[in-house]
């Protein structure tokens, strides 16, 4: 089994920083697939950033160049640090897991850009 916790999320002023968390209760060298996702109140859940195993990432239009997503295998974490927030950043963000078995999703975590 697999348990993702989410953290780092909290109110920033626009083109702050924040630096989110997906830690992994076991080894995240089974997942091959880790995603970051986003969803705003009246809006539909989107994928931000991703990152294989191999380290490919892939991010959405909206956040290249202010989005890193990373991973530390000895710490089976996956990271999300964002930068020059936007208001329009806010939302909740979950972090996803894909396994050859099976999915798993965090609880989520909220980031509200506001003056």
């Known amino acids: 089994q697999v348990q993702l916790v989410e953290s780092g999320g909290g109110l920033v002023q626009p083109g702050g920083s924040l630096r989110l968390s997906c830690a992994a209760s076991?080894?995240?060298?089974?997942?091959?697939?880790v995603g970051w996702y986003r969803q705003a109140p009246g809006k539909q859940r989107e994928l931000v950033a991703s990152i294989t195993t191999g380290g490919s990432t892939n991010y959405t239009d909206s956040v290249k160049g202010r989005f890193t997503i990373s991973r530390d295998n000895a710490k089976n974490t996956v990271y999300l640090q964002m930068s020059i927030l936007k208001p329009e950043d806010t939302a909740v963000y979950y972090c996803k897991a894909n396994t050859v078995l099976k999915d798993y999703w965090g609880q989520g975590t909220q980031v509200t850009v506001s003056s």
């Open positions: 076991g080894s995240i060298f089974g997942m091959y697939r």
